[in-house]
């Protein structure tokens, strides 16, 4: 008797966490990726035009895109490095169609000499960006 009520609760924990709109549910569905892009050296300056107006409209107008930070190394100023963070996938597939996204992608084509995009989970789900 005691299993069958340890395992209703289980259940029912495994259910309400599930639920939309708890932060459970949320972390969940979250997409996290991780851009890797190489940038021809002469055209770095105006890529970070491109990106940063990229980035700033996608945090201003799509509620689903949480997260876009963009970085470059030190050593190797051409190397960016983007995390990207969503509330869930259809949030991303909603950014890709963007016209801001569009303007950046076709703006860029011929500055990015690599690209490697890399499928993320987070290790610390309660930890939040500020």
Request: charge should be neutral; charged fraction near 30%; avoid cysteine.
């Given at each position: 008797?005691?299993?069958?009520k340890?395992l209703?609760i289980?259940?029912s924990?495994?259910?309400i ?18 851009a890797?892009?190489v ?10 035009a ?14 689903g895109?949480?997260t876009l930070?963009a970085?470059?190394?030190k ?11 969503y ?9 890709l ?5 569009a ?16 499928e993320a989970d987070p290790l610390?789900?309660d930890?939040?960006?500020?």
């Amino acid at each position: 008797m005691e299993s069958r009520k340890h395992l209703f609760i289980i259940v029912s924990l495994i259910f309400i966490m599930s639920l939309p709109g708890t932060v459970f549910a949320q972390e969940m569905t979250r997409m996290v990726r991780i851009a890797r892009l190489v940038i021809d050296p002469p055209q770095l300056e105006k890529y970070k035009a491109f990106l940063k107006e990229e980035i700033e409209t996608s945090l201003r107008v799509e509620p689903g895109v949480l997260t876009l930070y963009a970085i470059t190394e030190k050593k190797n100023p051409t190397h960016v490095t983007i995390l990207e963070i969503y509330a869930d996938p259809e949030d991303y597939k909603a950014h890709l169609k963007t016209p801001h996204f569009a303007k950046y992608k076709t703006g860029t084509k011929d500055m990015v000499k690599s690209l490697e995009l890399v499928e993320a989970d987070p290790l610390l789900v309660d930890v939040k960006i500020k």
